[in-house]
């Protein structure tokens, strides 16, 4: 099979949670998702979310308990932002809200990189991420023999 790189790219992300109404919250008030439509069958409840009505991620109600980052699937999901300032706000807006965070503040995706972000959990323990390519050059890297997104 050929396959034509310059077009191949992540189309969205499909995440199971507990709790519908919870994650939309989570994902909707606090990182600033659109919900682009939701499904509703009794127990089959999804939500189809973005931004600028592109499509990015997709929540699904079917998990029976949270996060188990100890069995093989998703590892962490990344967010970018362009400055380490937007990466300052939505942690300010996360702490508000009780967030879990997996480091104290923002921190360089290892040592002396200029990219760096914060490192937190959603409702359901899903590890994330919201990172920005400049601005963590002074800020610590709490791993330094891999990246700092890497073991937990």
Known sequence: MTATTS??????????????????????????????SEGKEEDRRFALLGRAGQLSLTVWQQADGAFAPDR??????????????????????????????????VVAHREGAASGGIFFHDPDGIRLEISSPLGAETAPAPVTAAPTCGFF
Do not use: M, P, Q
């Open 7 to 36: 077009t191949f790219r992540t189309g969205h992300i499909g995440l199971n949670v507990t709790d519908l109404d919870r994650s939309l919250g989570f994902y909707r008030d606090l990182l600033g998702f659109e919900v682009l």
């Open 72 to 105: 093989a699937g998703l590892h962490h999901l990344a967010f970018a932002v362009d400055t380490i300032e937007e990466v300052k706000a939505y942690e300010s807006e996360l702490r508000v809200y009780g967030v879990e965070f997996a480091y104290e503040g």
